[in-house]
């Protein structure tokens, strides 16, 4: 892919770097994505799911698609383009990723900071009581309860539900001082995650989107690649790390 010289040097150069994550990052581990053809929606409403209607509605229906989704997760690892975000945040002076994703993929490949918008299938908590419940219930099949008589639910945002506050907060300001801002493998469809890219713009980030296709945001950003984030990524901040070595010896 050819990337612009103006976005490798920006990214040099960059004192303060932001990224948002979808779950376009996490398809080359084997996650399937939302809306894609393979996605997990393909036939269903997310709301018909991923809602708190949906749970008090059919607890143990809602609740086998998270074991499903935790099976499914349960052999996958980190692919390049975690990696290299991780090489990213220890070298950028003020670095910030902001995910959709509640696969853990970006904490597994090594990210010290990951500000988890949606929150991570692998915890649960109650319902009710809101009590963080460390056991995984691998074997249950059917919903379960905490002590108190709440049910047991994945730690995760459903929709209709209000991010978690801290990460929402650090996710804007990080993207209202960001020099360069990158949307990578997300849709730019759930909100309020998908407002960040354009917060970015609207504080004069250069931004820059990495994703398979065009999406909401295109039209709006500085530059698009389209094509996978396993290898556009690692290609990209190859050169970027190369303009910084030459940088330091100029
Ligand atoms: C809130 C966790 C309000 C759970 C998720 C109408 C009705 C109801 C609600 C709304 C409505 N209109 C607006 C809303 C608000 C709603 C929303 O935005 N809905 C959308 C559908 C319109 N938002 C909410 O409800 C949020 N809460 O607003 O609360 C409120 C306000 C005040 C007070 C009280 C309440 C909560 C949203 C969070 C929902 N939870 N996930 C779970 O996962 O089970 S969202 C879910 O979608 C995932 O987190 C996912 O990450 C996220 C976004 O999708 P993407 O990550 O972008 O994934 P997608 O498949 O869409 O795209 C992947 C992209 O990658 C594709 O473009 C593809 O081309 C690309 N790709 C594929 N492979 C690759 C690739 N790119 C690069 N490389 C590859 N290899
Ligand atoms: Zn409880």
Redesign the pocket.
């Known amino acids: 892919m050819q990337f612009s010289s103006e976005l490798i040097e920006r990214l040099a150069k960059a004192k303060s770097v932001a990224v948002l994550t979808?779950?376009?990052?996490s398809?080359?581990s084997g996650v399937p994505?939302?809306?894609?053809e393979d996605?997990l929606w393909k036939n269903l409403k997310?709301?018909e799911?991923?809602s708190m209607d949906a749970f008090l509605k059919n607890p143990d229906l809602v609740w086998q698609w998270?074991q499903f989704?935790r099976d499914l997760m349960r052999d996958i690892t980190p692919n390049a383009?975690h990696y290299v975000l991780a090489d990213m945040e220890a070298k950028v002076e003020d670095f910030t990723l902001s995910t959709?994703?509640?696969d853990g993929l970006h904490i597994r490949a090594g990210s010290q900071h990951v500000l988890e918008l949606?929150?991570n299938?692998s915890r649960n908590r109650c319902n009710s009581c809101g009590k963080l419940i460390e056991h995984s219930f691998e074997e249950e099949k059917k919903a379960v309860h905490c002590e108190c008589g709440g049910f047991v639910r994945?730690d995760?945002?459903?929709?209709?539900?209000?991010?978690p506050a801290k990460p929402l907060y650090d996710s804007f300001a990080a993207a209202e001082r960001a020099d360069v801002y990158l949307s990578?493998?997300?849709?730019?469809?759930?909100?309020?995650?998908?407002s960040l890219p354009l917060e970015a713009k609207n504080y004069n980030a250069y931004v820059v989107e990495?994703?398979?296709?065009p999406?909401e945001i295109s039209s709006l950003v500085d530059e698009q690649y389209h094509?996978?984030?396993?290898s556009?990524l690692p290609e990209l901040y190859k050169l970027v790390e190369e303009e910084r070595e030459l940088g330091k010896n100029h």
């Open positions: 979808g779950a376009g990052i398809a080359e994505t939302f809306r894609g996605g997310p709301e799911l991923a998270y989704r383009a959709q994703n509640i949606h929150g299938i994945p995760v945002v459903w929709f209709g539900e209000t991010l990578i493998g997300t849709s730019a469809v759930v909100q309020p995650a998908a990495i994703n398979l296709e999406t094509g996978p984030a396993g556009l």
